[in-house]
Nanobody, 124 residues
């Protein structure tokens, strides 16, 4: 069992930056692939980025490539999302997710555990 808790959301102007963090409970964090998803009002939850259990491989949605960076620290049970050059369309609730399959996926159904989410609002 893994419990996930996101933090770091807030209100930022377009062009600004935010860093989200996700703290995981449990001893097996390092065996999970981790991901960030987001959900804007009235829209479906969408993939943002994922990172393999080792941290060696990452994958990004085209909409955030070059602006967002996902990373993890297995010693601290944390995964982070550095978000730069934020745009109004990045607004939404950002969720951290864990995948026991270790490789990661862009599909929400691949993930076994989810956090409660943290709100990111980008003003234009």
């Amino acid at each position: 069992q893994v419990q996930l808790a996101e933090s770091g959301g807030g209100l930022v102007q377009a062009g600004g930056s935010l860093r989200l963090s996700c703290l995981a409970s449990g001893r097996t964090f390092s065996s999970y692939a981790m991901a960030w998803f987001r959900q804007a009002p009235g829209k479906e939850r969408e993939f943002v980025a994922h990172i393999t259990w080792s941290g060696w491989n990452t994958y990004y949605a085209d909409s955030v490539k070059g602006r967002f960076t996902i990373s993890r620290d297995n010693a601290r049970n944390t995964v982070s999302l550095q978000m730069n050059s934020l745009k109004s369309e990045d607004t939404g609730v950002y969720y951290c997710a864990a995948d026991r399959a270790r490789s990661g996926s862009i599909e929400t159904t691949a993930y076994d555990y989810w956090g409660q989410g943290t709100q990111v609002t980008v003003s234009s």
